[in-house]
Each structure stands twice: as structure tokens, then as C-alpha cells.
């Protein structure tokens, strides 16, 4: 037990739905961050939180779509996905910005 | 700037053998060092973490890293290995400043029995 969770941990989704991957932090952390990670390639950084500030959005498309209301929660809203989207989507938190990152378990993501 | 480098993509043990994960580094400024462990179809783990403290870190389930300056490395190793260590494992970098937080692009355990 991480202290994060992550809904759904699978979800498999067409190209024109729109869904949402919850996170939410029990840690009293400041920051949280969403990855991608796919198959044979590095952690790919989406998007950083800072006391319910974006401070960082690595060119995502804007297909994603990032919500912060408050510091324990952290939604990443999907919509018009392409198949080459499907991955693992993983939900991290840390103290401070850039401080230890703790992980959830990750969402799986496919998109047909 | 910042950067972490995983040599070796895969790595095979067997059973009892010793670990050894390799982490080099560059960075401009005395590092904060990570480790994290990550099982199948499960998010990361932190194994260990070094902050400047000793530079030998003992981490969870028998890891350990040892920071070396001279050689900007920070190599993992398991005395022996078993069979749920068999896993995907990054090592991460961050400058104390809080400014830069890199992942490598990780290296696959695999234990043989």
C-alpha cells in the first residue's frame, strides 16, 4: 500500500469515448504527477501538479486533458484517443515538487 | 542539466547469484539518487533513495546502492538473488534544488532457477 490509488486499475475504451482515470493521494503530499509508460520505452512525464498549479505539460496532445480540484486528487480526462495511446497510465505524488515521487498501481489503458 | 543512464536493458541472474543493477549519472550539482522496483502490471516502487546522508544506502528487500562520486555511478545489488526479485527496475535523479527529476529508461531482472 502506496497511499496512492488509481480508478480504474483496466479500462478498455473506443476511439470516440470520452472517460476519466481517477487519482487520489492519502499522503498530505503537494504534488502529483501523471506518466505514460508504454511498452519498450522510457517514463514518459505528462503532466506536474503544484499545489493544484500545472508547473509542467511535456507537449502532451490535447486529447488529455488534466484536472487538479485539490491536492489529493488528480483526473486525467480522455477523449478522441488514437490505439497507439494504449499504455500504462501512472499516477504519482510527492512532498514538494520534484521531492520523492510515490507511484499508484496504474491504469491500463487500451483503446481499440 | 540532469541525466541517468541504465546500461544493460536486461539483466539475467540465477537463483542465489549475486545482483548487480548499473546507474550512471551526470549532473552539474550533487544529486539526490532513487531507485524503484516495478512488478508486472503494477506502478513503481521506491527501493531506496540517497540525499547526501552515507553513501551506502540499504533499501528494502535486501538492496542495496552505493553512491560514488568519483565514478558518478550508483550501481543497485542484491547479494542473492531469488525469485521475486525478478522485476523492471529504474533509477532516478534529482538535483536538491528540486529544479529536474529524471527517470532512466529502466532495466528488466530476470531470475533463473
Redesign the interface.
Known amino acids: 500500500e502506496?497511499g496512492?490509488t488509481?480508478t480504474p486499475r483496466h479500462l478498455v475504451m473506443g476511439m470516440t469515448n470520452k472517460k476519466s482515470l481517477k487519482c487520489e493521494q492519502h499522503l498530505g503530499h503537494n504534488a502529483m504527477y501523471w506518466y505514460k509508460q508504454s511498452a519498450k520505452k522510457?517514463?514518459e512525464l505528462m503532466f506536474v501538479y503544484s499545489l493544484e498549479e500545472r508547473v509542467e505539460n511535456n507537449s502532451v496532445p490535447s486529447r488529455f486533458s488534466p484536472e487538479c480540484p485539490n491536492s489529493s486528487h488528480l483526473f486525467l480526462h480522455l477523449h478522441t484517443l488514437q490505439p497507439e495511446d494504449s499504455a500504462l497510465y501512472?499516477?504519482?505524488s510527492s512532498r514538494?515538487?520534484?521531492?520523492?515521487?510515490?507511484?499508484?498501481?496504474?491504469t491500463?489503458l487500451t483503446v481499440l | 542539466a540532469q541525466s541517468v543512464t541504465q546500461l544493460g536493458s536486461h539483466v539475467s541472474v540465477s537463483e542465489g547469484a549475486l545482483v548487480l543493477l548499473r546507474c550512471n549519472y551526470s549532473s552539474s550539482v550533487p544529486p539526490y539518487l532513487f531507485w524503484y522496483v516495478q512488478y508486472p502490471n503494477q506502478g513503481l516502487q521506491l527501493l531506496l533513495k540517497y540525499t547526501s546522508a552515507a553513501t551506502l544506502v540499504k533499501g528494502i528487500n535486501g538492496f542495496e546502492a552505493e553512491f560514488k562520486k568519483s565514478e558518478t555511478s550508483f550501481h543497485l545489488t542484491k547479494p542473492s538473488a531469488h525469485m521475486s526479485d525478478a522485476a523492471e527496475y529504474f533509477c532516478a535523479v534529482s538535483d536538491p534544488a528540486g529544479n529536474q527529476f529524471y527517470f532512466g529508461t529502466g532495466t528488466s531482472l530476470t531470475v533463473i532457477p
Open positions: 502506496t496512492v488509481q522510457p517514463l501512472l499516477c504519482a514538494d515538487y520534484k521531492d520523492t515521487q510515490y507511484f499508484g498501481p496504474g491500463r
